[in-house]
């Protein structure tokens, strides 16, 4: 009886797939973003049916129970999964070839009988699920199901234009729970980037648990208000809500978000701010501050003048500190911060003017530069590298550091030239934070701490890799990111609002490559990606989608 019904069940699908073998499909089907490198539309579509497996091979495991999860929710069939099998006939097939060249690339191949999804890795082909996702209606993206899905055939070739694609954020100045930074690592992973830039320390918080140092996050996690609206800027005078505010991630929340990035292929750089920036931690532990304090963990934007002394004490605290954070964080990357380093401190202190006597360092420029020479050496004693803001540049850079450049593009290209790889974060094209529109229509806008603005074409505009470049000093630019400093983004709806969809442009000009960009196109396909975002009920600017 069950393989009667078997082979009806197997007769009806064929029939139906063969329903759906010249179905003429047209560019309107294919909205994918980023848009694949290499994408030739063919006719007819592949249904999803009660027979369809999704076959594999076990390094794939992970791949394809992610495949599975999002087939089955929405089409309401079970859809099985198969390491047994060898076929692809009536199914998906999920496998790993070594010819393809780039170790994220991939090749989809959907006919109205076979599906296969091809990685040169891993990440290749959870690149190529999430290309499959795109090219199924908008309405998968809720829970409810859906009768009849079909995927348009189609043959992509695909590959990133850049290794590093980016998503930075700063959960110092307003923090968010473990459950909505999860929601920005799917948000990455839909968008092909794979990159989580975490910027956990700052003036007004510290936000990661370290067990040696438990005040860090008792005393430094929390601060006694917050500036209202403009405070500071534009010559408005500070006034505090005087509400207390604070919160941080334990070691193991953490290790939870690192290994859900890893799942969706993310790797995530944890960022711990040195010299400056570091008003959180003196707080909690004064005794490796230049002036023994007091000090109170911030309540208002902007530059403090405190910063570590460069004491030895000061180096065992941040290895021990460092020491923790790499047990949590296995990515080759550790960002050291490295910006805004007033010097006013360490010109006061005998301390510091001794050393820089002592280690001929010349004036606090060198310091700021022995400072970050002396943590690389010992994360590279741990095979660790770093990355700093671009002021690392000042003074000398460490022998293997990374230059993330961010006061335009200046830094990034010093750095290259000198053959040290680069991030580009230019705030012109890169920083989220800023308003998306035009001075005469911020009054309609979220409040942001400038008049600044970046609309979404001009994030879109941007090429990571400056002219001035050599081809062989272009190599050194390893990609770009968006960075969202979150002074002004009290909600978490905030923050998707500033972000998408900059970082959906931002994607595009990661992964795809010069020759195959165009505004107009990637506009019109910004409209498609837009209904996902709605179904999933992210609060973008739909303003910068047209609406
Ligand atoms: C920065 O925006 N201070 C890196």
Request: hydrophobic share 35%; aromatic share 12%; glycine share 8%.
């Amino acid at each position: 009886m069950r393989s009667i019904i078997f082979i009806i069940s197997c007769l009806l699908a064929f029939s139906c797939s063969n329903k759906y073998k010249d179905i003429k499909n047209t560019e309107a089907d294919y909205q994918i973003i980023p848009k694949p490198n290499k994408l030739s539309i063919e006719n007819g579509r592949f249904l999803v049916n009660p027979n369809t497996k999704i076959i594999f091979t076990s390094p794939l495991s992970n791949e394809a129970a992610y495949l599975s999860e999002m087939l089955s929710t929405v089409s309401g069939i079970n859809i099985a999964l198969d390491s047994s099998s060898k076929d692809a006939a009536g199914n998906i097939k999920l496998l790993l070839d070594e010819q393809i060249d780039n170790a994220e690339g991939y090749r989809l191949s959907v006919k109205y009988d076979e599906v296969v999804i091809a990685g040169k890795t891993n990440a290749g082909v959870f690149y190529g699920i999430q290309s499959l996702r795109q090219l199924l209606p908008a309405e998968i993206e809720a829970t409810n199901s859906i009768a009849e899905l079909t995927i348009p055939a189609v043959e992509i070739s695909d590959s990133p234009r850049y290794k590093y694609r980016g998503m930075h954020l700063d959960v110092g100045r307003n923090f968010f729970p473990a459950e909505s930074v999860k929601d920005y690592i799917d948000l990455i992973a839909m968008h092909k980037m794979n990159t989580f830039h975490w910027h956990l320390t700052e003036d007004q918080g510290w936000r990661i648990e370290i067990k040696k140092y438990p005040k860090l996050t008792e005393v430094g996690g929390f601060r006694k208000g917050t500036a209202i609206g403009l405070a500071g800027t534009r010559n408005a005078p500070y006034t505090y809500d005087d509400v207390p505010y604070g919160g941080f991630y334990t070691q193991e929340e953490i290790k939870e978000i690192v290994a859900y990035a890893a799942a969706r292929h993310i790797t995530v750089i944890p960022e711990i701010e040195l010299p400056g920036h570091s008003l959180a931690a003196l707080t909690a532990y004064p005794q490796f501050g230049n002036t023994g304090g007091p000090y109170e963990v911030a309540k208002r934007w902007g530059i403090f003048k405190e910063v570590y002394a460069p004491t030895e004490e000061t180096f065992q605290f941040l290895e021990d500190v460092l020491t923790e954070v790499m047990a949590l964080f296995p990515s080759k990357y550790i960002h050291i911060g490295g910006d805004e380093v007033l010097k006013e401190e360490w010109e006061k202190s005998a301390y510091a003017q001794e050393l820089i006597k002592k280690e001929g360092l010349g004036d606090e420029h060198g310091l700021q530069s022995y400072f970050i020479r002396r943590i690389e050496k010992f994360l590279n004693s741990k095979g660790r590298n770093i990355i700093g803001w671009d002021e690392i540049l000042e003074g000398g850079l460490a022998p293997n550091a990374t230059v993330m450049s961010w006061r335009g593009e200046e830094g990034g290209i010093a750095a290259a030239k000198q053959h040290h790889t680069v991030i580009m974060t230019p705030g012109t094209h890169c920083y989220f934070d800023y308003y998306q529109v035009p001075e005469e229509l911020q009054k309609d806008e979220p409040l942001t701490g400038s008049k600044r603005h970046t609309t979404v074409e001009k994030v879109y505009s941007y090429d990571p890799t400056p002219a001035e470049l050599n081809a062989e000093e272009a190599k050194y630019i390893l990609g770009a990111q968006g960075n969202v400093w979150t002074e002004y983004m009290p909600t978490w709806d905030i923050v998707e609002y500033r972000v998408i969809p900059r970082m959906t442009a931002l994607a595009e000009v990661v992964w795809t490559d010069k020759e195959n960009k165009s505004w107009e196109d990637f506009y019109q396909r910004l409209q498609h990606i837009a209904k996902r975002y709605d179904v999933l009920g992210y609060n973008y600017a739909k303003h910068s989608v047209g609406e």
